[in-house]
């Protein structure tokens, strides 16, 4: 068996004519969305890059083979299967050589994007330090990523769950890009504020685009730009029902004893059941606006 990229048909046609890509991770669809409503959501993610002029490239891993572009069969296959491994960048070889299924993270989908030579990326919310990481270390693969992966990661921020101050710190010292799209603060994934300020903020999609035209030519920084697209204020979640869910959520992942890589799709879990749905349709409206917004910049980037 051979482990180099395979690239979906539909990835291979766009590229032969010139169609701008952009790519989509899956363990948003593996781990972070509740079943079934994760496989409706997966489709409706790439098709609102279609609707954008653009093609979607979805990442997983098939069987142990990498793919770029998933299709329709082996999405399926990853957001109905029982035993999809949850793949940062360092675990794609030894799943690979495992013949494993696996969803990718931000961290995976974005080195896999580099390394395919797509530059625009869509995703809910990335990774970033967990609360009590100075004890824990506990801290995603996907800043450290970012900080060496030449791709534009469009995302509302990080969720609450996480310390978003020392999220926001390590992205200073890692020397990755943070711009709001049309804000000044920082999202909070749910709610359309985290109350912390960014330092640099566009007001347009090519406004967007001169910014990595920017950082391309000056060919001095090496590393990922995140895109900060926060929920319109009227459709966030209620930040005191936010609030209160959070709370029982971080009590509920000590009581069990959660730790590592588990702990953000149990936390998620615990808002879908915990909110009545509510938590759903608007992680639903985040990851459809940065997919459209996504698809948005990689056309203007191409033009
Ligand atoms: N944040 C969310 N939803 C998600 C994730 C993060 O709001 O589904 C997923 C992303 O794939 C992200 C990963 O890259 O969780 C981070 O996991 P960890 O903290 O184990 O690195
Ligand atoms: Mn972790």
Redesign the pocket.
Known sequence: MRFELQYGDHVVTARESGTPVVAL????VS???PRPDNLRVAREIEQAVRDNGAVPATIGMVGGRLVVGLSDKQLTRLATGDRIA?L?VRDLAAAAAAGADG???????SAVAAAAGIEVFA??????V?RGASATF?????LVTLSRTPVAVVC?G??S??DVPATLERLETLGVTVVGYRTRRFPG?FVTDSGHDLDWSVSSVDELARLLRARREQGVHAGGVIVANPVPAQEQLDPELHDRVLQSGLSTIEAEGIT??A???RL?AHFHSNTGGRSLAV?VRIILGNATLAAQLAVAVAR
Do not use: Q, R, W
């Not at 991770?25 to 948003?28: D, L």
């Not at 969803?103 to 989908?109: D, E, L």
């Open positions: 991770e899956t363990t948003i781990h972070g969305l949850k940062s969803a990718t993270t931000v961290a995976g989908t995703t809910g919310g990335i990774g970033g967990h506990d801290e995603s693969a996907d509302a990080v969720k769950i996480l994934f590592g890589k702990v953000t799709p998620l992680n």
